[in-house]
Each structure stands twice: as C-alpha cells, then as structure tokens.
C-alpha cells in the first residue's frame, strides 16, 4: 500500500538512501552477534486517540514524539538479545516530556523471544512510559527479519509474514500478513529493500490494522540493516485497557558498527540473562502523590488516575481478565473488625456473599486484611477481593479492590493482583512531604 503524498514527502524515501547499481543474485544474511554497534531511532506519531463509547467515541488530538540513542553489544543463541547502554531518550507527548532514558551507566537488556519483543533494567522496573521509549517500533533485533531466507536478485521479491512484522511493529498477535519486500538494488557492499503492506492483528487487546510502507538499507559485509526508513498509518480500536488510534507515523533507525568499542564508561563485557544477568520485566506504577508504588507483570495497564486512586486492568487473551482499584487512605487506619465489616457491606450491596476473611503480612512487611467474595455481575458469575494494606510504622494505608469475572488464578494458586499487592511499597509521611507529585500518564 502506498503512503499518502504528505507522509512520503516527510520520510524523504527517495531521498534518504544512495543510488547504486547491481549484482548478480546473493543471499542476505543478518548477523544476530556483531558486537558493538551504535544506534538512533526515532518516532514521531500524530493523530487521533479515541475514547468512551467505541460506537461514539470521543476523538482527541494527539500527538508523540520519541528519540533514542544507544549503544549495544548483541547475542544471537539461544535468543535474539542485546545489552544497551543509552546516552540520550526522551518520549514527550502534546509537548509534555512524559519520560527519560540517558544514564549511560544503567545497563538495559532486550530480548526477542516467541514473537515478542521485552526490554528490561538490570537495576529497576520501568514505567509504562519508560517502556513505551525503550520498545520502539523497528527494533534493530526485529529488522533481521525482513531479510529473505533465500538467494535473491534485483526486482525478487518476498512475502513478509507474521513473524516478522509483528515483533517489529509491537503485536502482541497478528491475524492477517499482506505484506511484501522486494530487493530494489545490490552491491557487493549493500541492498536495499522497498517494503509495503498492510497487517491485522492486536496490542494489549484491542484490535488493530496497520499499513506500512518504507525502505531498509542492508551492510553486506556486517550482515546488518543499517538504516530503515517506516511510514505507519494505525487504525487501532479502543480496547479493554488502551484508547483507540486513528494515527500516522514516522519511523527512523540507523545502525553503525562501532569498531572502538562500547560508549565510555560502559563495561566492556557482561553476561546476558542466561548467564546469570537479572532482568526486570516489572512495570512501576505510583501512587497519585507518590505515597505508595508497586510493580506488576507487564500485562497490567492503567486504567485511570485521579487524585486519590489508580485503576489498573489485567489484559490477557485480549480480554481485561481483572481489575484493581487502589486508593490511598490518609487520614485512618481502620481495624480488621471495622474493615471486614466495610467490605462485607459492599460485597452484600452487589448481591454477593462473603467467602472468607483473612489477615497476614505482604513480602515487603505491610500489614494485610483481606475479604473474599462472590456472586453473579450482569448475570456472570463474579468475584471480588477487597483488601487492607498498611506499613507497621505511621503512614498512609491502601485500601484495594480486585474484581474479575470468574475466581482466576495464576498456576501457582495465588490470586492475579497478588502478584502487585505482594510488591506495594507505602512510604512513610516523613518522605511522603518532600516527594514531588507525579501525575504522569501513559
């Protein structure tokens, strides 16, 4: 599919990569283990987000802007993965730097496995924001993928399928490819590549279809795509956790080889997540004036903020499988007698019955009350968990509320939102007063 006049014209398509002639047929190979290589990536989004009702939604202007340099040193056995160090990355959305990547001492590893692409800090969890700058679309570890896996000549051309476009445009499933590479000229030294086409699929649930055109430049010699030039145009639905997108994107990557090594001050050489790196997948979310924070796996998404609660909703299967309301509690500390008796009086008022009540402490050495129960909502059955969290010393506590449409879960027993609860940290008041706000979105 073609770009619209004005997106061509912005990527500078023609204008971007140098002429050169041809070769006879050859095959290109990507060397998923080159070492160290420097890298700039950009995107630049602009568009419509669509909330509320998905018959009549509400149409909001948007637009993003996230730039990045690194350096990496990659692996290609058993996984596709790269150590990163940043020196500069800044995502700002309608003007409004929303997060940053620029110690050049924090070591980032990326890792491509089953289809999908994860970025991590060997040190912390990330935000959601810090996630969003750190997976840009076109990856440098998903470009190999647009490489054929045959000898090829000048006009060849080859099918892009799934498990190549979704881990570069950052699906999490795709459902229908129709998308093509064709080898547009070839030298001893390079190729390059036009890619066109259009991909259905789904991010955090909601469904999407995405038409892609754009132009790869390929290092024969390195076994590497150097430059990728993308113009994405997203029609995204709103989904159970995310808004709707009605966007154009640009997308720009190059790649260059760094013969002098790693950026200063980086270790020269670390062991990858196999060896023994640890990696966090977590994402950090906090409280409304940073009185509190948690982790949780990367499926839990924000839902909404106000100045006493976050929402945040489970996304599996393309479906929100859980809700977990948090709100902080200021001003009291209610006892396990009052609390259960709150939470019964909710439950009851949702025409539910209490399953059992419960007390004990979280890993992080907050005090814990729980309530279960169950019941029927809009005439599924339905189960709600309302819970107490306090630190031993003087604090704000956090009250919780889980809902969900069956009694989900996880394989090991536990509950979905005991995999966040069990990391809430509350911060005592005396650190609280000297925190700054952080109302930030995703």
């Given at each position: ?58 149409r909001?202007?948007?637009?993003a ?18 150590r ?16 940053s ?10 890792e491509?496995r ?19 700058l ?33 881990p570069?445009l ?5 459902t ?8 547009t ?10 890619l ?50 009605d966007?154009?994107a640009?997308v720009?990557?190059?790649c ?5 090594g ?7 050489a ?11 997948y ?37 479906r ?15 006892s ?9 009086s ?22 814990s ?18 819970y ?15 809902t ?20 809430l ?18």
């Amino acid at each position: 599919m073609r770009l619209t006049a004005p997106l061509a014209a912005a990527l500078g398509l023609l204008a971007v990569l140098p002429v050169f002639g041809s070769e006879p047929a050859a095959k290109l190979t990507h060397n998923g283990a080159i070492g160290a290589v420097r890298v700039e990536a950009s995107l630049v989004v602009g568009g419509e987000m669509l909330r509320g009702d998905p018959a009549t939604p509400e149409r909001l202007p948007i637009s993003a802007e996230a730039v990045t340099a690194y350096r990496q040193a990659t692996r290609a056995e058993p996984a596709a993965a790269a150590r990163r160090w940043y020196e500069s990355g800044t995502l700002t959305v309608r003007g409004e730097k929303r997060a940053s990547l620029a110690d050049p001492q924090e070591t980032f590893v990326a890792e491509l496995r089953d289809g999908a692409l994860s970025v991590g800090s060997t040190t912390r969890s990330l935000t959601r924001n810090e996630i969003h700058l750190a997976e840009l679309p076109a990856d440098p570890l998903t470009l190999g993928g647009l490489l054929p896996t045959k000898a090829v000549q000048v006009s060849d051309e080859w099918t892009l399928g799934a498990e190549a476009l979704g881990p570069l445009l950052g699906l999490d499933s795709v459902t229908l490819c129709d998308a093509t590479a064709v080898l547009t000229d070839l030298t001893v030294s390079h190729a390059r590549l036009r890619l066109a086409g259009v991909v259905h699929g789904a991010s955090a649930g909601a469904t999407t279809e995405i038409s892609l055109s754009g132009v790869a430049l390929v290092d024969r010699r390195a076994g590497l795509v150097t430059q990728c030039n993308l113009g994405l145009e997203e029609r995204r639905e709103i989904g159970p956790a995310t808004p709707g997108l009605d966007t154009t994107a640009k997308v720009s990557v190059r790649c260059a080889v760094k013969d002098g090594g790693l950026a200063d001050g980086a270790p020269a050489a670390e062991p990858l997540p196999d060896q023994g790196l640890t990696v966090s997948y977590l994402t950090r979310f906090e409280g409304p004036r940073g009185e509190w924070s948690c982790e949780a796996p990367r499926g839990w998404r924000m839902l909404s903020r106000t100045s006493a609660t976050l929402s945040l909703g489970l996304v599996e299967d393309n479906r929100l499988a859980a809700e977990l309301l948090l709100r902080t509690l200021p001003g009291r500390r209610p006892s396990l007698e009052q609390f259960s008796t709150e939470a019964r009086s909710a439950i009851e008022a949702a025409s539910g019955a209490v399953a059992g009540v419960y007390e004990g402490a979280t890993p992080t050495g907050l005090i814990s009350y729980a309530v279960h129960g169950h019941g029927e909502q809009s005439g599924e059955p339905a189960v709600w968990r309302h819970y107490l969290l306090a630190p031993a010393e003087p604090g704000p506590a956090v009250s919780a509320v889980a809902t969900a449409p069956t009694p989900t879960r996880t394989d090991d027993g536990a509950t979905p939102e005991q995999a966040v609860l069990d990391r809430l940290v509350i911060r005592p008041w005396s650190k609280i007063a000297a925190t700054p706000t952080n109302n930030r979105r995703e």
